[in-house]
């Protein structure tokens, strides 16, 4: 597996340590940047770059982190197939893989810490994408990216 991992400045810090987390399970990361926490870059840019390395097949999925993830969240579901998904905690990041297939996870990391961003990762990455009612409903989504190209 492979993973896109993009950040701006302000999500920096938890991007840097969720590498080493996604290194541990044996991951490969593509690191999209940014680099250092000092120098301000735009969120929209990594968000874009993100999805866009998914569904690109670059990347089997995304990570993207910004100050409150909103704002990343909103770059990468920009990209027509990304299926990007703000969580805050495991439940909302297993229902986010689970329920939509969200293929590019979001992350705040002034919003949480390292600890919980990281449970959320490892319970995002070990949750399949259900079956069933859940296959129609993104179905539509996927339509919605036709018409919205």
Known sequence: MKIALGSDHAGFEL????LAVLAQRGIEVLDLGAHDATTSVDYPDFGEAVGRAVVEGRADLGIAVCGTGIGISIAAN???GVRAALVH???SARLAREHNHANVLCLGARMIGIAVATDAVGAWLDTPPGEGRHVGRIAKLAALDAVNP
């Open 15 to 18: 991007k840097d340590a969720l």
């Open 78 to 80: 920009k990209v027509p």
């Open 89 to 91: 905690d495991v439940t």
